[in-house]
């Protein structure tokens, strides 16, 4: 049976690893062999290896620091690579893969920029692998929905999306005290966080970006803005620092099991702080942002991000020549972070039945408004989406998709260069076509 499973290699050992690794090992484990790990910290590696060996009778898994990625690649011989590294490194990792004979599974974002865009897609096609972008919100039941009720052609064509996605204060502080906080590594929240939402809008759609304009501001996170405040921190981080300890912001990396063992036990390794303060220093991503741009077929999206908000969810409105669809996801109501803890205080049961929910509506053109019932989750992150994917991914035999919801590097490439273009707009105050960035053949 060994070697009918599929070999797997995985570079990058931080949090989302894990739900690959699981799955390989356990779930689909069958199927799929995991034969490495690279990450520049063994003491990651060895914490994800303790856990392997918990449930395969103490057999661990091979282990690599980074520099000899290459060789990983060699000794242990997997026919896919999957990366989950920082989203600078990515661009590396796809390409080295497909050039040492591997397909490529990659976390979203694709890549960051153009010019690493560039460099996959030759890649690409100097090697002919293949290269699958993990798009975990088209799984989601409520996201399938959507595009099911667009094929059945519920709106006709779609002609005007407005998507409006608000993060709250726990999650979306969360970006800025990790190093996607830092332009340069992550390519800012729209590249690394709204990739998501414009890869929804591409697949529900049917269509790319074309041209893009973008408005965007650091404007709540920052030592900047909490000084205009008339606030001032001194830390520059949260653990171990007394002074932090009534901070609502303050995440305490030795109170949560999981934390401490990938981030605070890897310090010394890495030089990675995992909880920065987010009114600290360096702080050079948006977090306030508006884009509006005209797709391929006429579209026309007008979408906005922040990331300080009281509630968390989106809200969607998709009006065509026959309706309009509007989404409504309200996931949590005044859920605030408690100081010191990996936890959270959710509002009591009256307020989330009030203000939170989920909704599908159809209006259509001189016809009767109704709702639309919306598939129960079968739990996991992203809106029940991600187990749904790893299905698709790694099972022998995944249910059929009517839905396409696999994404290939097109997919990934669409959904990047939509942001891409948007942080080319705001530097330089002006309109951007995609195909000043990467033209894709999208045969």
Known sequence: MGNSRTRYAIVGTGGRAGMFIDAITDTYSEWSELVGMCDLSQVRMDWYNAQIAERTDGAVVPTYVAADFDKMV??????????????????????????LGCDAITEKPMTIDGDKAHAIMDALERTGRNLRVTFNYRYAPLSTKVRELIMQGVVGRPLHINFQWVLDTYHGADYFRRWHREKDMSGGLLVHKATHHF?????????????????????????????????????????GVPEAEDDPFALRLDQNETLRSLYLNAEAETGYLRDRNVFGEPV???????????????????????????????????TGDKGRLEVELVEQVGRTFVAGQEETVLPDEDTLDRFGGKH????????????????????????????????????????????????????????????????????????????????????
């Not at 259509?364 to 989406?385: D, L, N, R, S, W």
Request: proline share 6%; aromatic share 10%; glycine share 8%.
């Open 74 to 99: 060699r000794e242990t011989k997997p026919d896919v690579v999957i990366v989950t590294t920082m989203d600078c490194w990515h661009h590396h990792y796809i390409i080295r893969a497909m050039e």
């Open 284 to 318: 050079t991503i948006e977090d306030t942002m508006s884009v509006t741009a005209r797709y391929r077929n006429g579209a026309l999206l007008t979408y906005s991000l922040i990331c300080y908000s009281p509630w968390e969810g989106y809200r969607i409105a998709i």
């Open 199 to 239: 890869d929804l809008v591409n697949w529900w759609i049917a269509s790319q970006p074309e041209m893009v304009f973008a408005m965007g501001d650091l404007h709540f996170y920052g030592k900047e803005n909490a000084a205009a405040r008339g606030e001032s921190y001194a830390y520059e981080r949260y653990t």
């Open 360 to 443: 599908i509506r159809v209006y259509p053109i001189f016809g009767k408004p109704y709702e639309v019932a919306i598939p129960e989750t079968t739990g996991g992150g992203h809106g029940g989406g991600d187990q749904v994917m790893l299905e698709q991914i790694f099972s022998p035999t995944p249910p059929p998709d009517p839905f396409a919801r696999a994404a290939s590097h097109i997919d990934g490439a669409a959904s990047i260069l939509l942001g891409i273009a948007a942080n080319i707009s705001m530097a330089e105050n002006r309109p951007v076509s995609v195909d000043e960035i990467l033209k894709v053949d999208r045969s």
